[in-house]
């Protein structure tokens, strides 16, 4: 297997980026914590179809930057090459930071998160699972701007980049072409985003752990949220239920 992914982020999916950035210039005075930014990683073996994994964010991820600083137009370039060799790294395989030790917490597979996403995958594609089954999915966030100390980020600063993290993961999709997208995160933040015009999203239930979003553009949407202490073969066993159309069940 060729251990760098074919599938990287075009052009404009740079300039979305820088966008974001310029725009988040406007609100420094209320950003005093340094921010740092995420880039979607795809599997060396990722092929259209696969599943496309997606967190509410990804926070404390690189190398922080301080607000004021984004009006240097040179500067944004210089974080969007950092973040992109970052997700796109040469010669190795991106989704390969993915491992039961790693140090950043969002990418230890011993977490509750991506033992999960590992169970619903070996269902989704058993011909790929294994010992190296983190290399034929993607993973990225809603919101790709986090603070570098850790932490959700605030519901300031999640809806002041909401658009242009929208317009981002909307070209993600483009890009990718995913069979499943499986968003690990609350009802509110998926609502809020409404990724995919034609899905129903008013139909979202708070007290629903598991929901399937609907179908869009040849893709399965579920949500998933309330996953710790959960009985992961009830929540495996539920997502595939409904992905047939069996929606008769408990969580």
Excluded at 94 to 112: E, F, M, R, V
Excluded at 184 to 201: C, I, N, Q, T
Aim: aromatic share 10%; proline share 5%; net charge negative.
């Amino acid at each position: 297997m060729t251990t760098t992914s074919q599938f990287r982020m075009p052009p404009s999916y740079a300039s979305e980026y820088d966008a974001m950035l310029d725009y988040m210039t406007m609100l420094h005075a209320k950003r005093p914590r340094p921010i740092s930014g995420f880039w979607p990683r795809v599997g060396a073996g990722w092929q259209p179809g696969g599943l496309m994994v997606v967190a509410r964010t990804v926070a404390g991820w690189g190398e922080g930057f301080d607000m004021e600083a984004l009006t240097d137009a040179g500067l944004r370039q210089s974080i969007i090459t950092s973040r992109r060799a970052d997700g796109e790294p040469e010669g190795s395989n991106p989704t390969a930071i993915l491992t039961a030790g790693a140090t950043h917490p969002a990418a230890n597979l011993s977490d509750p998160f991506w033992e999960l996403v590992r169970r619903i995958h070996a269902r989704f594609a058993p011909q790929s699972a294994g010992a190296d089954w983190t290399s034929s999915i993607a993973w990225t966030a809603l919101a790709k701007l986090g603070f570098a100390d850790g932490g959700n980020p605030t519901e300031a600063l999640w809806y002041q980049q909401q658009d242009r993290c929208r317009n981002l993961f909307r070209i993600e999709l483009e890009t990718l072409r995913p069979g499943m997208v499986l968003i690990l995160a609350d009802d509110k933040s998926v609502r809020d985003f409404r990724l995919a015009e034609d899905v129903e999203w008013s139909l979202l239930d708070v007290q629903e752990n598991i929901q399937f979003i609907g179908e869009s553009d040849h893709q399965n949407w579920f949500m998933i949220q309330r996953w710790v202490g959960q009985d992961m073969n009830k929540m495996v066993e539920k997502v595939f239920k409904l992905l047939a159309g069996d929606d008769d069940d408990d969580d």
